[in-house]
């Protein structure tokens, strides 16, 4: 990915259509009008409709209820309220349009929220004569008639959410992703977890994003997966340090279990100049780690290309193979690791394995390191069975 070299956030004091601010016209972002918050408020999305009008999260600033009265909008115009996550300064503000306009009758709202969002809010709002609707992740809601994913995003909180508008690839980030800064796990208030976190993370690397709005600091059009990536690699360096170059902070994360985050900085310092000579090498093995067999095997196939006796790349191209199913050309690349590196016990293991699968399984017991490992991991499933089983 190229990074932007203009890295520009659109902000505005008043209501403002993001079709103004961000120059998209787009049905989504013309229908949007959007609110910065500031000091102790998040940001405020008003989605309108001719059906009705929805807010994905309220913020906590009494000004904005007041200003979208002067625009002409009714708080009775408001049908539903979307929220990201619990914290006050995202939540709050649904109270102002109960309490500020009375003069407008009261309002029918459906609070739309995760499940494990705060209980005095839930309380609070049930009081007020709210419905609520308690979400826990991969429903489709309709906002102002606007279908959005409700994607469930731990980290920041254990009920943080995102939605997500696949027409135009844009997501309604919260806290999870936000332009200029990470959001801390809030661990103690509110559940936040930095393994959940980087959870989160995966997952909306996965969608192909466009635009994010997030819950503090300016919109980023165009820029999706920029502010995304930029989020994953601050949460990455929580871990690994902020001056820890790429490939050994890749290892860090390898040795942790984080092979996801491992690959990304892997990617990372490929892009170098002069990217660390084991690089691609340790990618490949992640990639099978991860069981993306066939992506390993190309680019183990490129190292054996340039080295045909790589005992490392021959020992992560049969893994490769077997995972795939390919046992033949498994054994193949195994039998020449075994010729080159004798002393490497784990590629029995492989070998044995490849032959047990093949139907071959004397030649596999025959094989000292795959009985071993074979008897070893009986035995501890055998004593597994026995403890899990109830006492007469």
């Not at 739309?112 to 009081?127: D, Q, S």
């Not at 690699?233 to 902070?249: H, Q, S, Y």
């Not at 190292?303 to 077997?322: N, S, T, Y």
């Not at 004397?362 to 991991?377: C, I, K, Q, W, Y």
Request: with cysteine.
């Amino acid at each position: 990915m190229t990074e932007p070299t203009d890295f520009e956030l659109h902000t505005q004091e008043d209501w403002t259509p993001l079709s103004e601010l961000t120059g998209i016209q787009e049905p989504l972002f013309e229908a949007t009008l959007f609110l910065f918050g500031y000091d102790f408020s998040s940001n405020i999305y008003l989605l309108q409709g001719p059906g009705g009008h929805a807010i994905i999260d309220p913020g906590n600033d009494y000004p904005a209820y007041m200003q979208m009265v002067e625009r002409g909008i009714k708080p009775t115009e408001i049908k539903k309220i979307a929220v990201t996550h619990g914290h006050h300064d995202h939540v709050m503000g649904a109270i102002e349009l109960f309490r500020g306009h009375r003069g407008f009758g009261t309002p029918e709202l459906e609070i739309i929220l995760h499940e494990a969002g705060p209980v005095e809010f839930k309380e609070m709002m049930r009081n007020l004569g709210c419905r609520l609707t308690e979400v826990k992740g991969g429903e489709t809601i309709v906002l102002a008639g606007f279908e959005l994913e409700v994607i469930h995003t731990p980290g920041h909180t254990i009920d943080g959410l995102c939605f997500y508008h696949a027409p135009s690839r844009t997501l309604f980030s919260g806290d999870t992703v936000l332009p200029t800064i990470l959001a801390e796990p809030d661990e103690k208030a509110a559940g936040g977890s930095l393994a959940h976190y980087f959870y989160s993370l995966r997952v909306l690397r996965q969608r192909q994003i466009d635009h994010v709005l997030p819950g503090h600091g300016g919109v980023a059009p165009n820029l999706g997966r920029f502010v995304v990536d930029e989020t994953y690699d601050a949460l990455i360096k929580r871990v690994v340090g902020l001056e820890t170059p790429f490939f050994e902070g890749a290892a860090k994360l390898a040795q942790q279990g984080l092979l996801e985050e491992a690959l990304f900085y892997l990617d990372k310092e490929l892009r170098q100049e002069n990217p660390h000579p084991q690089a691609r090498e340790m990618k490949g093995f992640l990639l099978n780690d991860l069981g993306r067999g066939q992506e390993a095997l190309e680019i183990l196939d490129e190292l054996l290309r340039q080295d045909p006796d790589h005992a490392q790349a021959l020992l992560g191209k049969g893994v490769a193979l077997l995972g795939l199913g390919r046992y033949a050309d498994s054994l193949a690349a195994l039998e020449r690791v075994a010729a080159l590196r004798p002393d490497l016990k784990e590629v029995q293991v492989y070998q044995g394995m490849a032959l047990y699968l093949s139907g071959r399984e004397a030649e596999a017991l025959d094989l000292p390191a795959f009985a071993e490992e074979f008897t070893r991991r009986l035995k501890d499933e055998l004593s597994r069975l026995a403890h899990s089983r109830p006492s007469s």
